[in-house]
């Protein structure tokens, strides 16, 4: 089973990619609306690791681990989230005509039974998160 989603961004695909880069950066948008983490690990490199506690805005804490698969800076990332749920992600970057870039979100669930249940949280989920992406890079990138 596998979530589509995009959106596109008002800033250049550099931009984008170094909201990505930067671990307190990604500490601030990565997760549903609401989420924080805190990142114990964390590497953007092929094969590097990233070990972080996500937490829900009642409290609850959910460890995660990602190993990173493929990285074309300012076009494309590729994590294996290695703890359950396990998924592949693929985020790609594509430079608009206007200068801005479309984020593209693909994530495969390795049960597509799993990923079939937890469809109803997950989209929503995956909306929120690039909605808080695009949040950051705005800010990064001299808006808001």
Not at 7 to 24: I, Q, R, T, W
Not at 72 to 77: D, N, R, T, Y
Not at 82 to 109: C, H, I, K, M
Not at 125 to 139: C, G, I, P
Request: hydrophobic share 40%; glycine share 10%; aromatic share 10%.
């Amino acid at each position: 089973m596998t979530f589509r989603a995009s959106l596109k961004f008002a800033a250049p695909p550099s931009s984008v990619f170094a909201a990505f880069e930067d671990g307190a950066r990604l500490a601030v948008w990565w997760g549903p609306g609401g989420f924080t983490n805190t990142f114990k690990t964390f590497e953007l490199k092929p094969g590097g690791k990233w070990s972080f506690v996500m937490h829900r805005p009642d409290g609850k804490n959910y460890p995660n681990a990602i190993v990173v698969a493929e990285i074309e800076p300012l076009k494309k990332i590729v994590i294996q989230h290695v703890s359950q749920p396990r998924y592949l992600l693929t985020v790609t970057l594509e430079l608009t005509a206007d200068g801005g870039t479309l984020v593209g979100w693909n994530q495969e669930f390795e049960n597509p039974e799993l990923g079939r249940r937890m469809e109803r949280i997950l989209v929503p989920a995956n909306e929120q998160l690039l909605d808080q992406l695009s949040a950051e890079v705005l800010r990064g990138h001299g808006g808001d």
